[in-house]
């Protein structure tokens, strides 16, 4: 699945494409557009709080059948984190159903993730990846499949509809 990522307040885009299995999403995000960034080499995976401050990939997960949603944070050097949420906003904890199990460079603009989970993923859900950009100035731009007035990558109004199929259900 392609998801196209658009700069609030700009005109630059960063595509990603996902690949969903009942346990995991392998995302890449496609900088190409950004010039103002370095991808680090040296990839650590350390989880680590608060990444969306500075330059970070990021992908919002929903049930359609639930109120609850996943946020999962990634930046470019391998620092990682997951948020569960009840509702808009509220009860943020760490989620303990979710790693990053690999980050990587598959070249000078393209960065990707994979995300394992403990359960099986839902068969409907909601998916709105995002990202947060800091440039060499300081300046911090916003991507995501659509916009409202402001960013907000909480909202799942312009999130993309995946159902899985039955033959990836049955998966281990």
Avoid at 131 to 150: L, M, W
Wanted: aromatic share 10%.
């Amino acid at each position: 699945m392609d998801i196209t990522l658009c700069e609030f307040d700009g005109n630059r885009r960063i595509s990603t494409e996902l690949d969903i299995k009942p346990r995991s999403i392998e995302i890449s995000y496609d900088l190409s557009e950004i010039n103002e960034i370095l991808i680090p080499q040296k990839k650590v995976l350390v989880r680590e709080n608060e990444l969306w401050k500075s330059t970070c990939m990021e992908l919002f997960l929903k049930d359609v059948k639930e109120s609850n949603y996943k946020e999962l944070n990634v930046s470019l050097d391998g620092e990682w984190n997951a948020y569960e949420f009840s509702g808009y906003r509220t009860e943020m904890e760490k989620s303990r159903s979710v790693i990053v199990s690999e980050v990587k460079s598959l070249d000078t603009n393209i960065f990707w993730v994979r995300f394992e989970f403990l359960d099986k993923l839902a068969s409907q859900l909601l998916i709105n990846p995002a990202s947060v950009i800091k440039n060499t100035h300081g300046e911090v731009t916003y991507f995501a499949p659509a916009h409202q007035e402001r960013p907000d990558f909480h909202s799942f109004n312009s999130s993309a509809h995946f159902c899985l199929t039955e033959d990836l259900l049955h998966e281990l």
